[in-house]
T-cell receptor, first 113, second 115 residues
Framework: AQSVTQLGSHVSVSEGALVLLRCNYS??????LFWYVQYPNQGLQLLLK??????LVKGINGFEAEFKKSETSFHLTKPSAHMSDAAEYFC???????????FGKGTLLTVNP | KAGVTQTPRYLIKTRGQQVTLSCSPI?????VSWYQQTPGQGLQFLFE???????NKGNFPGRFSGRQFSNSRSEMNVSTLELGDSALYLC??????????????FGPGTRLTVT
């Protein structure tokens, strides 16, 4: 079985500040890990993915995430927040013979001017 | 490449009716998955199809069904609609085969409202 826990349902940062969104996972098989972003009234857009290559993964829009097996974490960061980053962010896990994505509950990111 | 398309984008139905939602995957993607998104339950997996066969199914009642056609397009059907079926239904397609990393690409969703 696989599961994802996103710590903090709502994170608020100032424009230009560091963004840190937390994700911990549980998986009985080597995981594939993903971060998605969802803007209002839209579908999910893939930000980045971890597929057992490099542990530090760079994605679109300046986001990156680091896979830490010992901590079962895959936190998402961005050095400097922009107003356009305001959205809901979802961490997801899959792997093994399981072709489905298991999502966390999501973190709503607010960026204050 | 065109992205995943879903039709219709918005739908209003009455309790007890049935509904069919359609999804066209990214060209070349043979795997199509469906998810239900609600404020209370979040994103929940419905089912996944590959080469016209259902490979995985989530924990939803039998009122929820789907199918995939030979061109990889997929439909999902919900019969005897209940108020709790009101949700955003998301379709996602995935590249498959050797070296696949399971990433899924999502459509814009169909917003279903049951009254």
């Amino acid at each position: 079985a696989q599961s994802v826990t996103q710590l903090g349902s709502h994170v608020s940062v100032s424009e230009g500040a560091l963004v840190l969104l937390r994700c911990n996972y549980s998986s009985s098989v080597p995981p594939y890990l993903f971060w998605y972003v969802q803007y209002p009234n839209q579908g999910l857009q893939l930000l980045l993915k971890y597929t057992s290559a490099a542990t530090l993964v760079k994605g679109i829009n300046g986001f990156e995430a680091e896979f830490k097996k010992s901590e079962t974490s895959f936190h998402l960061t961005k050095p400097s927040a922009h107003m356009s980053d305001a959205a809901e962010y979802f961490c997801a896990v899959s792997g093994g013979s399981n072709y489905k994505l298991t999502f966390g509950k999501g973190t709503l990111l607010t960026v204050n001017p | 490449k065109a992205g995943v398309t879903q039709t219709p984008r918005y739908l209003i139905k009455t309790r007890g009716q049935q509904v069919t939602l359609s999804c066209s995957p990214i060209s070349g993607h043979r795997s199509v998955s469906w998810y239900q998104q609600t404020p209370g339950q979040g994103l929940q997996f419905l089912f996944e199809y590959f080469s016209e066969t259902q490979r995985n199914k989530g924990n939803f009642p039998g009122r929820f069904s789907g199918r995939q056609f030979s061109n990889s397009r997929s439909e999902m059907n919900v019969s005897t609609l209940e108020l709790g079926d009101s949700a955003l239904y998301l379709c996602a397609s995935s590249p498959t085969g050797a070296g696949s990393s399971y990433e899924q690409y999502f459509g814009p969703g169909t917003r279903l409202t049951v009254t």
